[in-house]
């Protein structure tokens, strides 16, 4: 089986065993702070078998799975803090459309000029990885909606996929291995999600912010809504011409 479809086949599996995971879980995990907590534990305790595992396809797959499941659990934290309730057909979408993304760096990179360079490869890939980025910011500020930043999360996990798929083997266990260190990409996700929820317990403590967005937390006054402050005049002004 050709690379590109075993990490296609493994990057889908991981994001919809995380999709799924997330959706389960809605009704037994509501606190953000102890969803952060089990999810940073169940990656850390796949961290520790990693580095026991070295290419035994076994324990890396079960490495595999359990960083899965954190990244599920680390979404569900997320979706708790952000008040994000996105379908399962969604987010599995959402998965596949990760995918997609995968292949459209694939098909781009068996351009003759970018396969004859292994420097001219690498670099097509930070031009591709910095191009995502900034196109991801662009439409994540311009747009309101509840799947653009699990987009994000997962993009950042297919781009380690990427870079697994990218690096030279000699074997499928190296491959297999690879792809099982990519997954601690998830890592990057536990610290976004992290400082969303010492934002939201901050302000959930400490400070008065009254904001008009159906939803009372603190920290959505960061996201454009008209927070009932001192500091604007016109905010009342404001507040009355929306209602």
Same mark, same amino acid.
């Given at each position: 089986?050709?690379? #590109?479809?075993?990490?296609?086949?493994?990057?889908?599996?991981?994001?919809?065993?995380?999709?799924?995971?997330?959706?389960? @879980?809605?009704?037994?995990?509501? !606190?953000?702070?102890?969803?952060?907590?089990?999810?940073?534990?169940?990656?850390?305790?796949?961290?520790?078998?990693?580095?026991?595992?070295?290419?035994? #396809?076994?324990?890396?797959? =079960?490495?595999?799975?359990?960083?899965?499941?954190?990244?599920?659990? @680390?979404?569900?934290?997320?979706?708790?803090?952000?008040?994000?309730?996105?379908? $399962?057909?969604?987010?599995?979408?959402?998965?596949? #459309?990760? =995918? =997609?993304?995968?292949?459209?760096?694939?098909?781009?990179?068996?351009?003759?000029? #970018?396969?004859?360079?292994? %420097?001219?490869?690498?670099?097509?890939?930070?031009?591709?990885?910095?191009?995502?980025?900034?196109? &991801? $910011?662009?439409?994540?500020?311009?747009?309101?909606?509840?799947?653009?930043?699990?987009?994000? &999360?997962?993009?950042?996990?297919? @781009? +380690?996929?990427? $870079?697994?798929?990218?690096?030279?083997?000699?074997?499928? %266990?190296?491959?297999?291995?690879?792809?099982?260190?990519?997954?601690?990409?998830?890592?990057?996700?536990? @610290?976004?999600? $992290?400082? +969303?929820?010492?934002?939201?317990?901050?302000?959930?403590?400490?400070?008065?912010? !009254?904001?008009?967005?159906?939803?009372?937390?603190?920290?959505?006054?960061? !996201?454009?809504? !008209?927070?009932?402050?001192?500091?604007?005049?016109?905010?009342?002004? %404001? %507040?009355?011409?929306?209602?």
């Amino acid at each position: 089986m050709k690379k #590109i479809s075993i990490v296609s086949i493994a990057s889908f599996a991981f994001l919809t065993l995380c999709s799924l995971t997330e959706y389960i @879980l809605r009704p037994f995990m509501q !606190d953000q702070l102890y969803t952060l907590l089990i999810g940073v534990g169940i990656l850390a305790i796949s961290g520790i078998i990693t580095l026991l595992s070295r290419d035994n #396809i076994g324990l890396n797959t =079960v490495c595999f799975v359990l960083s899965s499941l954190a990244m599920g659990i @680390l979404i569900r934290a997320w979706y708790i803090n952000r008040g994000f309730d996105n379908t $399962l057909p969604v987010m599995l979408l959402i998965s596949f #459309i990760t =995918v =997609v993304y995968l292949w459209l760096f694939y098909a781009l990179s068996r351009l003759p000029f #970018i396969r004859a360079s292994r %420097r001219a490869y690498l670099v097509y890939a930070i031009i591709f990885a910095a191009v995502s980025g900034i196109a &991801y $910011l662009l439409v994540m500020l311009n747009t309101k909606t509840t799947f653009v930043s699990t987009f994000g &999360y997962y993009m950042l996990i297919e @781009l +380690a996929f990427i $870079l697994a798929m990218s690096l030279e083997v000699e074997s499928g %266990r190296q491959l297999w291995r690879n792809l099982t260190l990519s997954t601690y990409s998830v890592f990057a996700v536990a @610290l976004g999600v $992290l400082v +969303a929820v010492i934002m939201a317990l901050v302000c959930g403590e400490g400070a008065d912010c !009254d904001c008009d967005c159906g939803d009372v937390s603190c920290c959505e006054c960061l !996201d454009g809504c !008209d927070c009932g402050t001192d500091l604007n005049p016109g905010s009342d002004k %404001r %507040r009355k011409k929306k209602q």
